[in-house]
């Protein structure tokens, strides 16, 4: 599949070329001549094969933009996850006043460092780089079987290390319900976006490895634009023999 995603121009020219030398060689047949007959019938069934494959291929194009659209949702969620645990840090734990604001402040830190390596994931590096058809989102080339191994070995299991809430924590959450309701407020607030953010990092990785599965598709796509640039010149040079003048 690499010499494909790295020849795809290559292979169509020679596709072409080769269809045209053989429909040159049909010239010295006459208009309806059986030869022209079977021609046509070339150009008939690789040109359905070629539209079934485009079919097919629209359908993965369009299941990888709706990917490329997580992938801007997730790291929106991830940056604004990590914006407010910031925030937090910043307003209640420099320094905490409280042993329960202290408990929460620890939980938001540890909170924060397990979504630290999201940052650095493919999804949010190279799966929105469309750098040529065939490496969107595919397993061509070195940089995308690297970057295949470092999203295989992101597991979103890892996050639940950190529960966002453990009975230590939800006990300092009503604790502080009754003394600063406001603090115990941002913190629920943190714990749901943290749990949706490992929910939705979870479903993308799913998304992704299932179009890895399916990128031969890609492949396929190509290898079916040779069949038509193969059998196109054999249905021009038909109608070109059919519009020549007959002798009387």
Not at 70 to 81: G, L, N
Not at 150 to 174: K, M, R, W
Not at 222 to 245: D, M, Q, T, W, Y
Request: net charge negative; aromatic share 10%; proline share 4%.
């Amino acid at each position: 599949m690499n010499f494909i995603a790295d020849n795809q121009l290559l292979l169509l020219i020679l596709c072409f070329a080769t269809g045209s030398l053989g429909t040159a060689l049909l010239f010295r047949k006459p208009a309806g001549h059986r030869a022209w007959r079977l021609a046509d019938l070339v150009w008939v069934i690789l040109g359905g094969i070629g539209a079934l494959v485009a079919v097919v291929a629209g359908i993965y194009s369009a299941d990888t933009s709706r990917l490329d659209r997580q992938v801007d949702v997730a790291y929106a969620a991830t940056q604004a996850f990590d914006r407010d645990a910031a925030r937090f840090r910043l307003r209640f734990c420099e320094p905490a006043y409280d042993s329960d604001i202290a408990a929460l402040c620890d939980k938001v830190e540890f909170l924060s460092a397990s979504t630290a390596d999201t940052r650095g994931l493919p999804f949010f590096t190279a799966v929105t780089d469309s750098v040529a058809p065939l490496r969107a989102l595919s397993v061509f080339g070195d940089d995308m079987e690297a970057m295949a191994r470092s999203v295989d070995s992101f597991d979103p299991a890892s996050f639940v290390v950190f529960a966002a809430l453990d009975p230590d924590t939800e006990a300092a959450v009503a604790s502080l319900r009754r003394k600063v309701p406001a603090i115990a407020g941002d913190f629920l607030i943190l714990a749901r976006a943290y749990e949706d953010l490992v929910a939705l990092l979870a479903r993308l990785k799913d998304e992704w490895q299932t179009l890895e599965e399916n990128a031969y598709i890609l492949a396929l796509q190509v290898l079916a634009l040779c069949l038509v640039s193969f059998a196109a010149p054999f249905r021009l040079g038909k109608s070109i023999v059919e519009l020549r003048p007959r002798p009387r």
